[in-house]
């Protein structure tokens, strides 16, 4: 089944009306470009130059849906008119088919008509000129110029500036999605790394808080649950006074996104004295070490989730937490008891050994956590450039 013909644009059908009216007014007044007795005039009737002034009415119908179509059509009816008395309207119909068949047509189109018109405007004044060896043969060249290759340069013109306006407008838009698409990265980047610290900073304390608070809801020595309602105190003043910090994090809009008081190793100490009076039997052995701050503050949220995670999961036993500074890297090991199986003392998200893989990933490192002939061990080696790159 063939496909129907696109409607013509409106302004195209504009164009046909007006073209239309005008061409019959102009063989209605008797102005013609050539009169009867030129002997280029072989079709004589007074209604002739009707007949090409409708078919380029027609074809300028199709001077955006079948461009190439509307012009070879058109240069059929143009030749036709020019055996008759002629019209000019049918002679600028003419011009805007050319130029429309530039604009609108294919890229090829566009590429070869200037050069065909171009050529033939070349040839049109040189042949007549070199046979009739009179110089005014070289009009027809002039005239060929004026009605076919002036319109096509022009639309040439015109489409390349209409296609560079595109290709900005293009960019523009890319630009734009690449932008929305950065900002919503960095949310979400953002969004993780406030969920991980929070998840660090606060877990430890809230485990703590809930193993010791069951423990003393299920003894029933009051001096037993006196101490373990002290380290449920003192745990909660902690996680409160490091939620404090990170909202002030959060709420600081001086561009400085460095935590002001950021955790270090030198805190490892503390970190570890808590953790016994929570219950834990561990052990450091780290040296002094010089590290840049993310690599720092990287390493402590390790050492952490490490802690409150054999706080939640292990058994008794020495947790041992070692740090060695070599080749450029930072080691971090952390081992504890553990036997598969038991449930955990306290519940967990299940986020915590997805932070410590992330933030090693962050500085250019790795982490790896699992049983180790039978303790859970906890490794990670973060390079010491990584805070170049964090």
């Known amino acids: 089944m063939a496909r129907a013909l696109p409607r013509p644009h409106r302004d195209d059908l504009r164009i046909a009306v007006g073209g239309l009216a005008g061409g019959v007014l102009f063989w ?99 042949v007549p000129a070199t046979l009739w060896r009179d110089p005014q043969g070289l009009l027809i060249g002039v005239a060929i110029g004026v009605v076919a290759f002036a319109p096509a340069t022009t639309g040439w013109v015109v489409r390349d500036h209409r296609d560079a306006a595109e290709a900005a407008r293009l960019r523009a838009e890319q630009t734009a999605l690449l932008a929305e698409m950065d900002r919503a990265q960095a949310v979400t980047a953002e969004r993780v790394r406030v969920a991980r610290e929070l998840h660090d900073m606060v877990a430890n304390h809230l485990s703590a808080i809930a193993i010791h608070s069951t423990a003393a809801l299920s003894i029933g020595d009051p001096e037993t649950a006196r101490d373990a309602l002290a380290v449920v105190r003192e745990n909660s003043v902690a996680g409160l006074a490091e939620m404090r910090r990170l909202i002030g994090i959060l709420r600081d809009d001086s561009g400085d996104r460095a935590p ?76 504890s008891p553990c036997r598969p199986g038991d449930p955990p003392r306290a519940p967990g998200s299940g986020s915590g050994l997805t932070g410590m893989r992330e933030r090693a990933a962050l500085l250019g490192g790795r982490c790896e956590a699992g049983p180790e002939s039978g303790r859970w061990a906890v490794r990670a080696t973060l390079p010491l450039t990584g805070g170049d790159s964090a």
């Open 260 to 335: 002001a008081a950021s955790p270090t190793l030198d805190g490892l100490a503390a970190l570890v004295s808590a953790a016994r009076a929570n219950g834990l039997d561990v052990r450091l052995d780290a040296g002094r070490t010089e590290v840049p701050t993310p690599v720092e503050l990287a390493a402590y949220r390790i050492v952490q989730e490490s802690l409150t995670n054999a706080l939640k999961h292990g058994t008794q036993g020495r947790v041992h937490v070692a740090l060695r500074q070599r080749d450029g890297m930072l080691d971090i090991r952390v081992t």
């Open 28 to 126: 209605a007044l008797g102005t013609h470009p050539r009169p009867d007795t030129d002997p280029v005039v072989l079709w004589h009737p007074a209604w002739a130059p009707l007949v090409p002034l409708a078919v380029t009415v027609v074809c300028e119908l199709l001077r955006r849906v079948r461009p190439r179509t509307g012009l070879l059509v058109g240069t059929a009816a143009l030749t036709l008119d020019t055996v008759t008395e002629g019209s000019l309207v049918t002679v600028v119909l003419y011009t805007d088919l050319v130029y429309a068949a530039v604009l609108y047509g294919t890229a090829a189109s566009a590429r070869r008509i200037p050069w065909i018109t171009g050529l033939c405007t070349v040839l049109g004044g040189v």
